[in-house]
């Protein structure tokens, strides 16, 4: 398997080396030359096994035989074997033909964890095998940063940085990264908002010279491949629950980033019975109306109770236009270097394409604080208010998908209490491992949205 940027430049790359690289050096992301196919009979197989056993299958087709199966073996069992549930990823009923996947069970109560506690492993074996020390850059909206810091922090061959915006995460969320121990690990709140905190780390990767001599920079964001590719099997794993590969299913995903969702459409597109892909937004809807009305332009940020989609610029959607542009990096390139100055749009060939498998919803903090107080008063379920999108989104498009729907729970509600106690419910109480987070010292620097603060910080500290 061999990885091409989305802008078209450079040559072929392994997945070693798109691991420790993040970003394409001509500015595109990596995904790769051809996508494997999964046939039905190779599906069927699948059901009967357990949920590492499945992640194993699946990352060897990425990965091919640049992990010794063994090794791999042992780097995604370790990394699932402290989840709070047997099932890992479990899938459960909320009403008919609506179903909740709970990805919420892992160590910092986010989806996030499914990657990035493979990504910890896979970097640290792959730098102790070339005796390699580098630096993790990260920006975060809020949940990326902790699963990052848990994954990676043990690792002897990593200082990690990771940049949030100031005043603009949850208190648990902030509380989860800033009270991460250890002499490797630094947080810096941004004073601006995730978008600063995102262009300030793609500027850094594009201009490393402020580091020392023989260090590089490794992405933990989903610009990372290994971040997508450890996500398409949950869609796998839920979707064969529920009976593919002989009955299709669609997925409602609260979208942000659009790596996760983004990891749906490679599940599809390499064979999983997928009827519909729900993108699921708040009030900061870009790709809503550019799924409904083919307008892709950025507005006004908006601070909402789902403070994870609190994006105006989608990093993943590249990847997903790099296809709808037919793999023609040259055209995608010059419709990104066209984006944030003027109103975009697609042709309509194209945009009847993007319709045939995205479905779109935008909710409101006012909804999203309803539907959690409705869903606990009918089904007993406490939503975080990411899930609650998710939930109403699905709804909303439920007469255009004849298919049961999944909705993605991102994370535990514990971690957004605020939009709990709007919804009229009591502050939800936090697992039994994180009941003292309010008593952990927190470390954290708050810094300009200036790249020359950030690479400053970083020299001082390597």
Known sequence: MRYISTRGKGNPQTFEQVLLTGLAPDGGLYVPESLPQVSV??????????????????????IGDEIPTAALQTIIEDSYKDFDHPDVAPLVELDDGEYILELFHGPTLAFKDFALQVLGRLLDYVLKKNQQRVVILGATSGDTGSAALEGCRHS?????????????????????????????????????????????????????????????????????????????????????????????????????????????????????????????????????????????????????????????????FERYLFDLFERDGDRLAEFMHAFGKQTLHVSEAQWQQVRSVFDSASVDDETTCEVIARVKAENDMLLDPHTAVGVQSARLCREKSAAPIITLATAHPAKFSDAVTAAGLPVPELPPHMQDLFEREERYQVVPAELQAITGYITENL
């Open 41 to 62: 009979e190779r599906m069927l197989a699948w059901k009967a096994l357990s949920y590492p056993q499945l992640a194993l299958e699946i990352a060897q087709l990425f």
């Open 156 to 316: 002897d061959h990593v200082d990690i940085f990771i940049l949030h915006p100031y005043q603009r995460v949850s208190d648990v969320q902030r509380k989860q990264m800033t009270t991460v121990p250890g002499s490797n690990v630094f947080n810096l709140a941004v004073e601006g908002n995730f978008d600063d905190c995102q262009r300030l780390v793609k500027a850094a990767f594009a201009d490393q010279s402020f580091l020392p001599a023989g260090r590089q920079l490794v992405a933990v964001n989903s610009i990372n491949w290994a971040r997508i590719l450890m996500q398409i099997v949950y869609y796998f794993s839920a979707a064969l629950k529920l009976g593919a590969p002989e009955k299709a299913v669609s997925f409602s995903v609260p979208t942000g980033n659009f790596g996760d969702i983004y990891a749906g459409y490679l599940a599809k597109c390499m064979g999983l019975p997928v009827d519909r892909l729900i993108v699921a937004t708040n009030k900061n809807d870009i790709l809503h109306r550019f799924i409904g009305n083919n307008e892709y332009s950025v507005t006004g940020l908006s601070k909402t109770y789902s403070p994870s989609m609190d994006i105006l610029v989608s990093s993943n």
